[in-house]
């Protein structure tokens, strides 16, 4: 796992089948692509953030956060 901040962050004209591609550079010198179902994704230019970044150049964010797929709590 990596840790560095978002210097360059743009949308690819092209899709990948039915996936939008994201090309991301951080400042420790990483670049790659981001590959969603939408549009638009949670980070931003000049965010910390942590990643894994395969030999292909595909990046995936470690997620920290509260979802539906890990909420414990049983709301009745």
């Given at each position: 796992m990596?840790?560095?901040?978002?210097?360059?962050?743009?949308?690819?004209?092209?899709?990948?089948?039915?996936?939008?591609?994201?090309h991301i550079a951080f400042e420790n010198g990483d670049v790659g692509k981001i590959y969603k179902k939408k549009n638009s994704i949670y980070q931003n230019i000049g965010d910390e953030v942590e990643?894994?970044?395969?030999e292909k150049g595909s990046v995936k964010f470690v997620f920290k956060g509260q979802s539906k797929f890990n909420n414990t709590s049983n709301a009745d």
């Open positions: 990596k840790k560095s901040i978002i210097k360059d962050l743009k949308l690819q004209p092209e899709m990948l089948y039915d996936m939008y591609v994201f990643y894994t970044i395969n």
